[in-house]
């Protein structure tokens, strides 16, 4: 079984910065790519932004590109979300997924969640 466990989440003034970590343990030995995905109360999860494991591709959410980076460390299993510019709207529980297969941008592509962690971002 795969487990992948969030941290790095809190609470920032708007402008200000956090930097998500996702740690791969237990079999995860083939992984085609990682993602991080956000939800809000009534609200369903939304796509944040994606990485290819093997090449370094990457894609992000109209709403999170130029301020969120993506990146992973292949060696450590371990992905990252840099969050900069941090908006109040980008409050919500932040989710790392790792898809076995073809995974990119929605959240049925991926097989395997974090538990969550809590950005909360204040004005």
């Known amino acids: 079984q795969v487990q992948l466990v969030e941290s790095g989440g809190g609470l920032v003034q708007a402008g200000g910065s956090l930097r998500l970590s996702c740690a791969a343990s237990?079999?995860?030995?083939?992984?085609?790519?990682m993602g991080w995905f956000r939800q809000v109360p009534g609200k369903g999860r939304e796509f944040v932004a994606a990485?290819?494991?093997?090449?370094?591709?990457?894609s992000y959410a109209d709403s999170v590109k130029g301020r969120f980076t993506i990146s992973r460390d292949n060696a450590k299993k371990t992905l990252y979300l840099q969050m900069n510019s941090l908006k109040p709207e980008d409050t919500a529980v932040y989710y790392c997924a790792e898809s076995a297969t073809t995974g990119w941008t929605r959240p049925h592509e991926y097989d395997y969640w974090g538990q969550g962690t809590q950005v909360t971002v204040s004005s």
């Open positions: 237990g079999r995860t030995f083939s992984t085609y790519s």
């Open positions: 990485i290819s494991w093997s090449s370094g591709r990457t």
